[in-house]
Structure formats: structure tokens, C-alpha cells
């Protein structure tokens, strides 16, 4: 009787080749320019075994990343800065491939979706804005327009608050209908709940669609440049955790006239691919 196997996911099928964002931010930059190496991923997974081993309540993910880094299997748990580097990797990888085909220069919006306090993490839902934001889109005329984003969540110090936003890639669509689609959120309660700016520096950009981190950024930004990302507290750090304990990878990714066919992802209509 021949063993069954278990079927790699997508992400880990192909190793990305031109499109391959380890090589176009390579290892050899500075940590917050080059893409995550594995033994930046290393050190992150041991940092967050650290402190899930400090709380009862933290202990069983940290087994994950633990037997996940000692090659007992790949664990695939959001948290798992390792398996997020796969993820990421390839993700990227397809961005910026559909970057190359598309004849027009898309553009990437920072949407605020909602906030919830300290200690309420758990409250906010991906899944309740996967519509929504597909039903705006199509209110704004742009039903016809490709989109990738990525769900994700930050947390900001200064208000004690955690932000699920969504990064989204537009793959054309006219400056009318892609400001009506922003004015549909400016009623949400969020400061500046919608940023838009035109790829101009791809690798860089489409890198941070989607992210899986465990740090925070507690100064504010001045200018172009990003304040300084560090690690968040213990408290903090475990509420995360907990939150992204609930999604797999995929659950993060949002599709718009786009689909996945085996691990690339595809323009889904005539239209689209003409958009």
C-alpha cells in the first residue's frame, strides 16, 4: 500500500525565479531594506518562543515554532516567521510578476478597515469586510479593475488601539472611480483611513502587501522616512499571537477580478485582463 503525502501548499511548490524578492532585497542590505533571510526569521521565532514561554497561556504556540525551527515539519501558523517568509516570498513574487505584464503603472491603498482597544483584539474580524470591500469596489465603478491586497494588523502605542487595514494593489481604474471607492471611507470614524500612492519602486512596495509581524512602530513618522520598528510587549505580543492563531495564510489575501490558479494568480475576465 503506497503512504499518502501530504500536498505541499501552493506557496511552498516553486521557488520564485526572475520574480524572486530574497534576490532583488538581498541579504547583504540593512534590516527594514533587504527582505527577511532566514536567519533574521531564525531569530524572530526564537524572540517569540521567548516570550509565549513566560505565559501559560503563550506556551503551546511556542512548541509550534520551536519543532517548526528544529525541521519537525513546517508548522504554516501565521506567527511562524519562518513559514510567513515562504508565504511572503512567493506572494511577493506573483505581485511583482503581474507588475511586469501590466501596461499601466497600478497603484497601492492603505485602507483603515476598523480599531479595537487593547485587550479587545480578538473582536475584529478579516472575514467581515471580505464583501464589503468587494461590494465598494463595485459601487465605485471599478468592477471590472484586478485588485490583490493583503489583511493586516497593527498596533499603535500612542492610543493603545490594534488597526485591521488592508493593503490593496489596483490594477488600474480611473481617478474618478478610485476616489469615489476612497470617499466610501471617510465616514468610518478612522484618521485618514484611505492612502494611495502609484508604484514607483516595485520590490519595495509590493514587499509590504502582506506582513506577519510581531513588532510595532511607536514614534511617529517624520517625512518619507519610517520610524523604527521594534518588538511589542509581552502583553501585547501574546493578544497578537492569539489573533493570528485564528486565520491561516490565505485567509489574508483578497482577490478582486483575481484568482488563483495552482500557485500563480491570474487576471480572472476578459475585462480584467484588458483593465
Known amino acids: 500500500m503506497a503512504k499518502s503525502r501530504r500536498k505541499l501548499p501552493y506557496w511552498r511548490r516553486a521557488t520564485p525565479a526572475q520574480f524572486d524578492i530574497a534576490k532583488l532585497r538581498p541579504k547583504y542590505l540593512p534590516r527594514g531594506q533587504r527582505f527577511e533571510t532566514r536567519n533574521d526569521a531564525r531569530k524572530d521565532s526564537i524572540r517569540s518562543e521567548t516570550l509565549l514561554a513566560t505565559q501559560r497561556q503563550g506556551r503551546p504556540y511556542g512548541v ?6 528544529e525541521g519537525h515539519y513546517h508548522c504554516e501558523r501565521t506567527y511562524c516567521p519562518r513559514c ?10 506573483e505581485l511583482l510578476r503581474l507588475h511586469a505584464e501590466f501596461k499601466t503603472r497600478p497603484s497601492v491603498l492603505v485602507v483603515l478597515l476598523e480599531a479595537a482597544s487593547r485587550g479587545k483584539l480578538q473582536d475584529l474580524e478579516i472575514d467581515r469586510y471580505r464583501h464589503s470591500l468587494r461590494k465598494r469596489l463595485v459601487r465605485a465603478g471599478l468592477v471590472h479593475v484586478p485588485v490583490v491586497g493583503g489583511f493586516e494588523m497593527v498596533y499603535r502605542a500612542r492610543s493603545k488601539q490594534w488597526v485591521l487595514h488592508i493593503n490593496l494593489v489596483m490594477f488600474g481604474g480611473n481617478e474618478k ?87 500563480s494568480i491570474e487576471f480572472s475576465s476578459k475585462e480584467a485582463r484588458k483593465a
Open 177 to 263: 472611480a478610485i476616489t469615489k471607492f476612497e470617499e466610501g471611507f471617510r465616514d468610518d470614524g478612522l484618521y485618514r483611513p484611505v492612502e494611495r500612492a502609484p508604484v514607483k519602486d516595485a520590490a519595495e512596495q509590493l514587499s509590504y502587501v502582506l506582513k506577519f509581524t510581531t513588532y510595532h512602530r511607536p514614534h511617529q513618522q517624520r517625512g518619507p522616512t519610517k520610524a523604527k520598528a521594534v518588538p511589542l510587549n509581552l502583553s501585547e505580543h501574546l493578544e497578537l499571537v492569539r489573533w493570528m492563531a485564528r486565520y491561516e495564510f490565505s485567509d489574508h489575501l483578497f482577490l478582486f477580478n483575481a484568482r488563483r490558479r495552482g500557485a
Open 84 to 93: 510567513a517568509r515562504a508565504f511572503r516570498r512567493h506572494i511577493t513574487g
Open 64 to 69: 509550534y515554532l520551536r519543532e517548526c525551527r
